[in-house]
């Protein structure tokens, strides 16, 4: 525990301070290794710094050509994951508050949305994108500088996870941008109908910065396949990725990144916020479960975007995270309703949709590291964990979570990675990821310890909760001291759509 703190100490000061040893990061417009090698990737989402430094004996001639499929199906892909936020999550949400704040949640949604996406493309794409430490990344990209290559004419180009495949640099980060936009929206269900506009802004900002940047850099940083050209760069390589990467961790779409990072920023907001006034006396039930139902289809068909778009190519491991997907959802809204059913003795449709986020959360870091039979099993467990999470464990910490966020993105979100260490297993169908990306070769099932990868797993887990938790309890903190966090009692018995924003969803 007092080396994960002194890690997130030591992340934070070198922000900070700016860490002005921070080196740029190699574009795959630079020179790069020849091979026509292919290798599965290990993990998800990789560092957009592109291919390796110099260490072919003749450099190329020419720049390489990023492969038009693959930015198609990227391209696709972020569309979709745009598609997942608005409409589909802000319907969600919007469906699942009282009536008098339903255009509140839609404008939170929304604005923050469009907030992030300034900052990341000013320089939140740098800090998580680009080399610096083992924590955060550097200034390398501030206001996409670079981009454009002047000298060869052309864009600079990103890694995938094979070696010589590339997607232009600008693909990859619109895509990895519409990630952390969602991310922060899903922090918002927390603490809805009682927080200031303002104040959700300006925490957005503050936990943006300091906390999803340098989580993405940890999980999700390397130098690229072609900067393994030989079994002599392998460690100095290593070193330069993320901190999480370099210890093994596998999260192929985010779920340490995205959902448990976004779920213990909500549970510290709603502790911090307060309880809705009223609550545990008065009906609070969601105005519209078909909207609901609405966001949560839309959320389902956006993820194929979020999951199989993380595998940064239009080849066989998307189109396993598809099936992935599509299977481990469909499993968690059947064992949500049998859940439900046996509990309360009735099937509700605020359950299904509620099992149908379940699944997709806990697939999310699995989808493309675990074989078919181990999405079934993760989905159907997912329905059951997110269940408990918002019946059970909500009243254990006595919390109110207006959206259930940390009962299903958090408990689900953990559920999740720690199964992908389980079911990434050969022996369990899984594809045994923990590739070398010298060798082009993959960890065997006899080689394979189900044991030593779940521990990883739950390390990497529980930096995200302490490094996030740390953040936001910090980020509220200056919020509340600023601004404020809560509107008035006024205000919030009246409906934030009317004292926030002067409108009404459906008419005074």
Same mark, same amino acid.
């Given at each position: 525990?007092?080396?994960?703190?002194?890690?997130? $100490?030591?992340?934070?000061?070198?922000?900070?301070?700016?860490?002005?040893? /921070?080196?740029? $990061?190699?574009? &795959?417009?630079?020179?790069? %290794?020849?091979?026509?090698?292919?290798?599965?990737?290990?993990?998800?989402?990789? &560092?957009?710094?592109?291919?390796?430094?110099?260490?072919?004996?003749?450099? +190329?001639?020419? &720049?390489?050509?990023?492969?038009?499929?693959?930015?198609?199906?990227?391209?696709?892909?972020? !569309? !979709?994951?745009?598609?997942?936020?608005?409409?589909?999550?802000?319907?969600?949400?919007?469906?699942?508050?009282?009536?008098?704040?339903?255009?509140?949640?839609?404008?939170?949604?929304?604005?923050?949305?469009?907030?992030? @996406?300034?900052?990341?493309?000013?320089?939140?794409?740098? !800090?998580?994108?680009?080399?610096?430490?083992?924590?955060?990344?550097? *200034?390398?990209?501030?206001?996409?500088?670079?981009?454009?290559?002047? %000298?060869?004419?052309?864009? %600079?180009?990103?890694?995938?996870?094979?070696?010589?495949?590339?997607?232009?640099?600008? @693909?990859?980060? @619109?895509?990895?941008?519409?990630?952390?936009?969602?991310?922060?929206?899903?922090?918002?269900? $927390?603490?809805?109908?009682?927080?200031?506009?303002?104040?959700? !802004?300006?925490?957005?900002?503050?936990?943006?910065?300091?906390?999803?940047?340098?989580?993405?850099?940890?999980? =999700?940083?390397? /130098?690229?396949?072609? %900067?393994?050209?030989?079994?002599?760069?392998?460690?100095?390589?290593?070193?330069?990725?993320?901190?999480?990467?370099?210890?093994?961790?596998?999260?192929?779409?985010?779920?340490?990144?995205?959902?448990?990072?976004?779920?213990?920023?909500?549970?510290?907001?709603?502790?911090?916020?307060?309880?809705?006034?009223?609550?545990?006396?008065?009906?609070? $039930? +969601?105005?519209?479960?078909?909207?609901? *139902?609405?966001?949560?289809?839309?959320? =389902?068909?956006?993820?194929?975007?979020?999951?199989?778009?993380?595998?940064?190519?239009?080849?066989?491991?998307?189109?396993?995270?598809?099936?992935?997907?599509?299977?481990?959802?469909?499993? &968690?809204?059947?064992?949500?309703?049998?859940?439900?059913?046996?509990?309360?003795?009735?099937?509700?449709?605020?359950?299904?949709?509620?099992?149908?986020?379940?699944?997709?959360?806990?697939?999310? +870091?699995?989808?493309?590291?675990?074989?078919?039979?181990?999405?079934?099993?993760?989905?159907?467990?997912?329905?059951?964990?997110?269940?408990?999470?918002?019946?059970?464990?909500?009243?254990?910490?006595?919390? #109110?979570?207006?959206?259930?966020?940390?009962?299903?993105?958090?408990?689900?979100?953990?559920?999740?990675?720690?199964?992908?260490? @389980?079911?990434?297993?050969?022996?369990?169908?899984?594809?045994?990821?923990?590739?070398? =990306?010298?060798?082009?070769?993959?960890?065997?099932?006899?080689?394979?310890?189900?044991?030593?990868?779940?521990?990883?797993?739950?390390?990497?887990?529980?930096?995200?909760?302490?490094?996030?938790?740390?953040?936001?309890?910090?980020?509220?903190?200056?919020?509340?001291?600023?601004?404020?966090?809560?509107?008035?009692?006024?205000?919030?018995?009246?409906?934030? #759509?009317?004292?926030?924003?002067?409108?009404?969803?459906?008419?005074?």
């Amino acid at each position: 525990m007092k080396k994960l703190l002194a890690s997130l $100490a030591l992340g934070i000061g070198l922000l900070l301070g700016g860490s002005a040893s /921070m080196a740029q $990061a190699p574009t &795959a417009s630079e020179p790069v %290794a020849a091979t026509s090698a292919v290798v599965a990737a290990p993990a998800p989402a990789t &560092a957009a710094s592109a291919a390796a430094p110099a260490v072919a004996a003749a450099a +190329p001639t020419a &720049a390489p050509v990023p492969n038009k499929g693959d930015t198609s199906w990227m391209m696709v892909s972020t !569309l !979709l994951v745009i598609m997942m936020s608005i409409p589909g999550l802000a319907l969600f949400y919007g469906g699942l508050v009282r009536s008098k704040n339903m255009l509140s949640i839609l404008m939170q949604v929304m604005v923050t949305f469009s907030l992030v @996406v300034v900052l990341w493309f000013i320089y939140g794409y740098s !800090l998580a994108f680009t080399e610096g430490n083992a924590f955060f990344g550097g *200034m390398d990209r501030l206001f996409m500088k670079g981009v454009w290559d002047n %000298a060869a004419g052309t864009f %600079a180009n990103a890694a995938t996870f094979s070696k010589g495949v590339y997607i232009p640099e600008i @693909v990859f980060a @619109v895509f990895q941008a519409s990630f952390a936009a969602i991310t922060c929206c899903l922090i918002v269900g $927390a603490f809805a109908e009682r927080m200031k506009f303002s104040a959700v !802004l300006m925490f957005s900002v503050l936990w943006f910065t300091f906390s999803y940047a340098p989580i993405a850099h940890m999980v =999700w940083f390397w /130098m690229g396949p072609d %900067a393994y050209a030989s079994k002599d760069v392998v460690d100095a390589m290593t070193a330069k990725a993320g901190y999480l990467w370099q210890s093994g961790a596998l999260d192929f779409a985010g779920g340490t990144v995205v959902h448990i990072n976004a779920a213990v920023a909500g549970l510290v907001g709603a502790f911090m916020v307060g309880k809705r006034i009223g609550y545990g006396k008065e009906s609070m $039930a +969601p105005h519209s479960l078909t909207l609901t *139902m609405v966001g949560a289809a839309l959320l =389902w068909v956006g993820w194929f975007g979020f999951n199989a778009g993380s595998a940064l190519e239009a080849n066989g491991f998307a189109a396993l995270a598809f099936v992935n997907t599509f299977l481990a959802t469909a499993a &968690a809204v059947l064992s949500w309703c049998i859940g439900e059913a046996l509990m309360k003795g009735k099937a509700s449709m605020l359950g299904a949709a509620s099992g149908c986020v379940a699944g997709l959360v806990a697939i999310t +870091p699995a989808c493309g590291n675990v074989g078919i039979g181990g999405a079934l099993a993760i989905g159907l467990l997912a329905g059951f964990a997110g269940l408990w999470g918002v019946n059970g464990l909500k009243k254990l910490l006595g919390v #109110d979570d207006s959206l259930d966020v940390f009962g299903v993105h958090g408990v689900c979100g953990i559920l999740g990675a720690l199964l992908t260490g @389980v079911f990434n297993s050969p022996a369990l169908g899984g594809p045994g990821f923990v590739a070398d =990306w010298v060798t082009v070769s993959m960890v065997s099932a006899a080689d394979y310890s189900i044991a030593s990868q779940v521990w990883i797993q739950a390390k990497a887990v529980l930096l995200t909760i302490i490094w996030s938790g740390v953040v936001s309890v910090v980020a509220y903190k200056i919020v509340d001291m600023t601004i404020g966090l809560r509107v008035s009692e006024e205000s919030e018995r009246e409906g934030l #759509d009317i004292t926030s924003h002067g409108e009404a969803a459906y008419g005074r």
